[in-house]
């Protein structure tokens, strides 16, 4: 069963609120409550969760013991509060049953993330290689190939997968691939092609249900639930690859735009007369701040890769002038673009992934340069502090395996496991 992001309609006539909620519905509702609960604060007593979730005692011990028996929850040891009475039992979400693939599909390499109920990332396949020039169901059958051995890494650990998220480059809705320049897609049923290919690799060709987003929203995502940006909430996400994507994060919330294709930052037009990029249009942010372009100014091949970009890295700490001045230029054009985007949405921080976290030695002073000169609010001055890298937690395949988890903790008995 393929799937995608759409919310269901309300039945009911219009301008009703929906059916009255039942017995079962609230029940439904508490398990996730109860669950997300322990999850979110790691280990918890019945009794810090029913203080949490406002829920009787009696109430949280009926629903802990539903989610122990479903094999959401376990419990250990005595945790003692120092109060008068009982010692309480630990919970704690279950390190095995449901959990999440996140498949992330990009440019130069395709990585596979299981991720359990507690956000743990379980396992981890990757493989670099040039997807350009190779058709898309060979480079998404390469996916579902890597996606089937963590399958198996992920069986013998005790976990099941409910479900698969695809992290796509471009332009992605209603699970195909409108258009990923860089890779030479148009119109490309992505989800179809990956679990036709799952399928037959799975015993007795069981299908997952695969859902999927654009690969920078993802990773905003990640950066959000994972990174460790406290309190805020509101955020613009750049990651530097061979391309560059965007996405914007408001109140905990994607932004997504009126037909879901909002962030793409890396076609921002810098120079109209500038160099021709693989979307048609000239001058484009990724001409001069993507990985290729990069790599070029520094004297470096182009297509070297994961192990160009550390040679950049390395020669720009070396004081490589050219490597610097490469890194220096980008960092002024993303910090032009940045600060039209500031200006425009005024989020509390930019946060840059990919490749710009390795270099943002060189890259932000450039950046925060153009960023203090050219931000209205004054909110932006050098050294703000707004400017920074993302978390090694913010990736696009975690973002992917972590969404599906979340359906489930939203639902806990929609996967209950069945019996075989």
């Known amino acids: 069963m393929n799937t995608n992001h759409a919310s269901a309609a309300p039945s009911g006539p219009p301008g009703s609120l929906g059916p009255k909620a039942g017995k079962e519905t609230v029940r439904r509702h508490n398990l996730s409550l109860v669950l997300r609960a322990v999850r979110d604060e790691g280990e918890a007593t019945r009794a810090g969760v029913a203080a949490r979730v406002g829920l009787t005692r009696a109430a949280v011990s009926s629903l802990v013991e539903q989610l122990i028996d479903s094999g959401f929850l376990s419990e250990s040891g005595k945790t003692f509060s120092g ?91 209603g699970g195909a691939v409108r258009q990923a320049p860089n890779l030479g897609w148009n119109r490309v049923p992505a989800q179809e092609h990956f679990a036709r290919a799952l399928a037959p690799l799975r015993p007795g060709g069981a299908e997952l249900p695969v859902s999927s987003e654009n690969e920078a929203n993802l990773a905003a995502l990640a950066e959000l639930w994972f990174g460790g940006l406290g309190p805020l909430r509101s955020f613009l996400y750049l990651t530097g690859e061979i391309g560059v994507g965007g996405a914007l994060v408001v109140d905990g919330e994607l932004l997504r735009g009126a037909h879901g294709f909002a962030g793409e930052i890396g076609h921002v037009v810098v120079d109209s007369e500038g160099p021709l990029c693989r979307c048609g249009s000239r001058g484009c942010l990724e001409q001069y701040a993507g990985q290729s372009a990069l790599l070029r100014a520094a004297g470096i091949d182009e297509d070297a890769g994961v192990a160009g970009v550390a040679e950049l890295e390395r020669r720009a700490r070396g004081g490589d002038t050219a490597a610097v001045a490469a890194v220096e230029r980008a960092g002024t054009m993303l910090g032009r673009v940045l600060s039209g985007a500031v200006n425009l949405f005024d989020p509390d921080a930019v946060v840059l992934g990919g490749i710009y976290r390795a270099l943002m030695p060189w890259l932000s002073p450039a950046a925060d340069h153009e960023l203090t000169a050219r931000v209205v609010s004054g909110l932006w001055p050098r050294g703000s502090g707004r400017l920074r890298a993302s978390s090694a937690a913010g990736d696009a395949a975690r973002g992917a395996a972590a969404l599906v988890v979340r359906a489930v903790l939203a639902d806990p008995l929609a996967y209950v496991p069945r019996p075989a």
């Open 83 to 173: 109060q008068a009475g009982r010692p309480g039992t630990v919970l704690k979400v279950t390190r095995t049953g449901p959990a999440g693939i996140g498949v992330e599909i990009n440019i130069d390499y395709v990585s596979v993330c299981v991720v359990d109920l507690s956000g743990t990332d379980r396992v981890r396949l990757t493989e670099h290689i040039d997807n350009r020039g190779a058709r898309p169901a060979e480079v998404l059958a390469r996916g579902a190939r890597i996606a089937a051995r963590t399958l198996e890494s992920a069986a013998e650990q005790g976990l099941l997968p409910v479900g698969v998220e695809l992290a796509l480059p471009g332009l992605v809705s």
